[in-house]
Every structure is written in C-alpha cells, then in structure tokens.
C-alpha cells in the first residue's frame, strides 16, 4: 500500500482501533490529523510516533459531535496539508444499556458522536475532497449494527445508521472520485472491551469461528486498504473484521 503524498484525518486517533489506523497509515506514507476529544497526552504521541515514520503529523482536539469543531479540525488539515484525502469517522463510544431503563442521555450521546459525529465530518471534509475529484472516506461501524446486541440499542441504531448514512453519500458523491466504506470490527482487544466480564468475553469467543478476539492492527489493515488509489472501484461496502462471527 502506498500512500505517499496523502492527507489524512482520524477522529478518535490517540488510542486504541484510532492509533492503529493513525500509524498503519503514517507507515504506508500518508501525513496524519489525529483528532482526540480528552486523551491529549495519548493524542501527541501517536503524532510524535507518526512522525518517526518520515510523515507530517499532528493533534488536534475536537468533540466531532459538535459540528463546529468538526469544521475547524477540517480547517487544521487544510491549513497545516492544504488539502484532506483520507477521512477515517472512528470515534464512538457505548453507553449500554437495556431499552427499558435506556436513558434519553445515553441514546442521545452515543448517536451524537458515533453517527452525528460522522456526519459532521463528512460533511466538512466532502468540499475539499470534491474540489481535489479524490477522496476516501472510510466509516468505522460494527458487526453490533448489522447483527443487533441485547443492551446496545442506541449503540447499534449508530452504527447501522453508519452504514445507510456511508452507502448514501457514496451514491452522491462516486462521480467526483471520492469513495466511502465501512469497516464493521467484531470483537477487537482494546479499551472498549477490555471492560467486559470474563464470563462476556468466554461467550463472545464461542460466536468467533476465529475463537479470538480481534487486535485493532488488523482493522488498520482494512482502513487502509480502502483509503488506497488502488481501491477506487470500491464503494458503498461494509468489509466485516471479525473473525468470521457475522457471516
Ligand atoms: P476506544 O474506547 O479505545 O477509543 C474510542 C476513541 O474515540 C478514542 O480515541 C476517543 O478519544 C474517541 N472519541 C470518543 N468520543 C469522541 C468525541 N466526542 N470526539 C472525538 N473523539 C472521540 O474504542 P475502540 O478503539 O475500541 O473503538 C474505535 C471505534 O471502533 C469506535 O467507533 C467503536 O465503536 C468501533 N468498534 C470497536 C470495536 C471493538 O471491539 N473495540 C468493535 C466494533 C467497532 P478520546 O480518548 O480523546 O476521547
């Protein structure tokens, strides 16, 4: 994969599936934007290690669920790069729950950064990449939004909503060279599962035909597979990173 030359925004880029993605493609040769709303300290430092790759990087902190500092971490690429190739939605967060005892709160902030999110910076993000007829936006969804889970009704709304929302500006947008996809992540080891019950996580492994979890470096691997040149007749799709669990 190459990616030199390329300009790149990750939102939720200082740990976890987002620090995977911020390095796999600082190493394939693309500049990086690594965008974090609290984890400043880890933030800079996937920026700093992006950099001792030989690439242009930076933090910026922005809530992507406000649409406002969506727009300015757009401006900060253009600003510093002059231009946005790659966007990669990837911040999300649970709030679980079940539906009868679901708060407004809950649903309301987890629409609001996982898809909301998204939207804001596409939108943001969609003038330039039309202006340049080139863009790969690649949306982080989960096998949760195809499958449903049992207490993750707002958490699957958001990121089935992702895939309807991705596969809708795909058909606006194919004609000016910007692609946009999905990755949908089963279980990945990161801090959103390291959360979960050992007796959760022996029932999780008995869906994963793979009978592990996933590691976020091989969901990177898919990102930046779509956010090639070479991936350009790929739109719309939903590429499932999950150890066979979904199929
Ligand atoms: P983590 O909890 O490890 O990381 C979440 C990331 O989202 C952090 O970088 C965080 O940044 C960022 N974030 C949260 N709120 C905001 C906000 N308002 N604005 C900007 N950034 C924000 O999660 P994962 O790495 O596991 O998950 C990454 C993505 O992958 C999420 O969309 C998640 O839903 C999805 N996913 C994960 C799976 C898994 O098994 N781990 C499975 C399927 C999908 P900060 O710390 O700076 O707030």
Do not use: W
Not at 168 to 181: D, H, P
Not at 217 to 242: I, K, M, P, R, W
């Amino acid at each position: 994969m190459n990616l030199a030359g390329k300009r790149a925004v990750v939102t939720g880029g200082g740990r976890g599936i987002g620090r995977a993605v911020c390095l796999a493609l600082a190493a394939a040769g693309a500049d990086v934007v690594v965008n974090y709303s609290g984890s400043a300290a880890a933030a800079e430092q996937v920026a700093a290690d992006c950099r001792a790759l030989g690439v242009r990087a930076f933090a910026h902190r922005a809530d992507v669920s406000d649409p406002q500092q969506a727009n300015e971490l757009v401006d900060a690429a253009m600003k510093e790069f002059g231009g946005v190739d790659i966007l990669v939605n990837n911040a999300g967060i649970t709030r679980d729950g079940l539906l009868l005892r679901m708060s407004d709160a809950d649903f309301d902030a987890v629409l609001s950064i996982n898809l909301a999110g998204a939207f804001h910076c596409m939108r943001a993000a969609c003038r330039p990449m039309m202006k340049q007829r080139f863009g790969r936006i690649i949306n982080i969804s989960s096998v949760v939004g195809l499958r449903g889970n049992a207490g993750q009704a707002n958490y699957a709304a958001s990121k089935a909503g992702l895939i309807g929302m991705s596969k809708s500006v795909a058909k606006e947008l194919a004609g000016r060279g910007i692609t946009v996809n999905c990755v949908a992540p089963g279980f990945i080891r990161t801090a959103m599962t390291d959360g979960l019950t050992d007796a959760v996580k022996q029932k999780l492994l008995g869906e994963i035909p793979a009978a592990r979890l996933g590691e976020a470096e091989e969901v990177a691997a898919a990102v930046a597979f779509f956010a090639g040149e070479e991936a350009g007749y790929l739109t719309g799709q939903v590429l499932c990173v999950d150890g066979g669990m979904a199929m």
